[in-house]
């Protein structure tokens, strides 16, 4: 499986940052979503990164889209880091690295902590992919201006009365 | 389904009977349209006088549902069973009620900002996972964090 524009994103199910088990498609709840796959608390880039997703979800939280970060860390740790953020969205955990292999998202560079390798995947409700980015390098990151850009153009497609309706 | 639901709340009791007597509120209608947890415990921040109201727009009340979603359900762990605000239209709110498994945490409820906490035991609700998050707006007038847009 490698996720691509155009393609489903697996409706993956693992427990979130208090520990309870969440399906994407549950956390989409029938909006766009911003899915972030991360190293972990550790990373200094994740760390600068979700400062900024943290910015970004002030508009978020208004706009009807939501924001999703996937790491393997563990919930507690995810709790912790989330608290210390600040961040109001939701992290899954996979502790585990049920879904490392089958994303084909393993950093394989890092052979200790075998995390995730950062990107970002646009996505509309039904969990089709609208766009892919490969964070490995820092610069390859969706930035801020993209993922508004990405929200914008999915909720162009789905919301119906995008154009002002007629009285 | 629906929306939203009616709780009725007359300061000291709970009931999920429209025609009991005292101030009805609308709440996400999860929270009570499915597998009852018995022995709960509900923290009722409203107050039974009808003049008690917020606009969900005001400061204040968006805040509350900041805090909600970043550490209020996380600090209830796994005692959360569910939480709404209540609804009294298209753009006011009466208040919120937080339901948990046991109620040592509730003098530290956000919503208490908004209106006094009262605790009332009751078999009333349901569980229904944390709202996702960042979302802190309605979905056409649901009480937060209910409801959703439909797609034709």
């Known amino acids: ?167 | 389904m629906r929306p939203f639901a009616f709780v009725v709340f007359d300061g000291e009791r709970l009931s999920a009977d429209p025609g009991a007597p005292g101030r009805r509120l609308r709440v996400d209608s999860r929270c009570v349209e499915g597998e009852r947890i018995t022995g709960a415990f509900a923290h009722v921040c409203a107050l039974p006088d009808r003049s008690a109201a917020l606009r969900y727009d005001e400061p204040e009340v968006q805040q509350a549902r900041r805090d909600a979603l970043a550490w209020w359900i996380p600090l209830l762990g796994d005692a959360f069973v569910c939480l709404s605000t209540f609804a009294l239209d298209a753009s006011r709110c009466g208040g919120a009620v937080t339901v948990a498994r046991e109620p040592s945490r509730f003098e530290d409820d956000p919503f208490t900002q908004l209106f006094p906490g009262t605790i009332v035991e009751s078999d009333i609700f349901c569980e229904v996972p944390p709202p996702a998050g960042p979302p802190i707006e309605r979905y056409a007038g649901a009480p937060w964090p209910g409801g959703r847009f439909m797609r034709p």
Request: with cysteine; glycine share 6%.
């Open chain 1, 1 to 167: 499986m490698n996720p691509r524009p155009g393609g489903a994103f697996p409706d993956v199910a693992l427990p979130d940052h208090t520990g309870r088990e969440r399906r994407l498609s549950e956390l989409a709840g029938g909006d766009p979503v911003a899915l972030l796959t991360s190293r972990g608390w550790w990373c200094p880039k994740e760390q600068r990164y979700m400062r900024e997703l943290c910015r970004l979800q002030d508009e978020f939280e208004v706009a009807y889209a939501r924001i999703v970060v996937l790491s393997v860390d563990t919930p507690e740790v995810q709790a912790a880091f989330r608290a210390g953020l600040g961040a109001r969205f939701t992290f899954l955990s996979d502790a585990e690295r049920r879904w490392l292999a089958p994303l084909d998202l393993l950093e394989t560079t890092d052979t200790v902590q075998r995390p995730y390798r950062p990107a970002a995947f646009t996505l509309f409700p039904d969990l089709r992919i609208h766009r892919v980015y490969n964070g490995y390098w820092y610069w390859g990151r969706a930035t801020m201006e993209e993922l508004r850009r990405d929200m914008r153009e999915i909720s162009r497609e789905i919301r119906d009365d995008w154009e002002v309706p007629a009285r």
